[in-house]
């Protein structure tokens, strides 16, 4: 069977799309390594006056080594997490602080391009674009070394492991950080699973070290800080979903119908019987 050549009209139109296609591929590359120019350029420009978040961490941790308690620091160089994950930091903390800040900066910076090459040779423009909305969150926890930025680059990694590594992921940095929560929408049912026997773990670690998750609530509700931007970067741990998951859309929208489904019948619970408004005057 003969295939017919294509007249002028549609090659030229395949060209001009083509060269179309390349012109917005090689403007969103632009686009992101300006940012990431940017974004660099004021880590260097920060110096050593960065890190403040990392440092935090870094002293508590050191204290807890030395028998103390990690939750005497004062804020903002105060430990607020999870007694529980105090270990977690230690092989970290082993380190000197110069060097410790040093890796800390280069494993974070590391994840995050990995994370942007992965998702600018998926969708160049869309990540582009999302990157530069979210370059200044990302730009503060790149500068205050937040454990948030390192929690999205978990997920990241967890999404190419599969469902139950994805699900313990979340329930792991949930238990550390509230803040993940709605990132539950994103979950396959298996990995949901995987995710709540993660995050009981987590619970139950807390109920066992309730003297210091004691201190950790009283030390986050005495804490004085400007609204969160910084957990904006949350939006970045979407990508790897959003950009792979075909059936992730019909399943957000069977949340929203059961969401709504459940609403309404407490609502028809709450509503009082016909005629109980007119009963003893």
């Known amino acids: 069977m003969r295939v017919r050549p294509q007249p002028p009209r549609s090659r030229l139109r395949a060209l001009v799309a083509r060269a179309g296609t390349h012109r917005v591929r090689t403007a969103a590359w632009l686009l992101i390594i300006a940012t990431w120019t940017v974004l660099l350029g004021v880590m260097l420009w920060r110096g050593s006056a960065a890190g403040v978040d990392a440092l935090a961490y870094w002293l508590g941790t050191r204290t807890w080594m030395a028998g103390g308690d990690p939750y005497i620091g004062t804020c903002p160089l105060c430990y607020a997490y999870a007694p529980w994950a105090v270990p977690l930091f230690a092989p970290w903390a082993i380190l000197p602080w110069p060097l410790a800040f040093v890796v800390w900066r280069l494993v974070t910076v590391a994840g995050l391009a990995w994370t942007t090459l992965w998702a600018a040779r998926r969708r160049p423009l869309s990540t582009a674009l999302l990157f530069v909305a979210l370059s200044v969150p990302i730009g503060i926890n790149l500068d205050t070394g937040n454990v948030t930025l390192l929690l999205v680059l978990l997920l990241w990694g967890s999404r190419r492991l599969g469902p139950r590594a994805a699900g313990t992921a979340w329930g792991l940095a949930t238990g550390l950080k509230w803040v993940t929560a709605p990132l539950w929408v994103l979950l396959a049912p298996a990995a949901r699973r995987a995710g709540l026997a993660a995050l009981a773990v987590t619970a139950l670690a807390d109920l066992v070290l309730w003297t210091g998750t004691l201190r950790q609530v009283l030390t986050v509700a005495h804490m004085d800080r400007p609204f969160p931007f910084d957990y904006l970067v949350l939006v970045w741990a979407t990508v790897p979903w959003i950009w792979t998951d075909a059936s992730l859309p019909a399943r957000l929208r069977a949340a929203v119908r059961r ?20 009963r003893g005057g």
């Open 259 to 278: 969401s709504q489904l459940a609403w309404r019948r407490v609502a028809r619970r709450r509503r009082p019987a016909p005629g109980v408004w007119s």
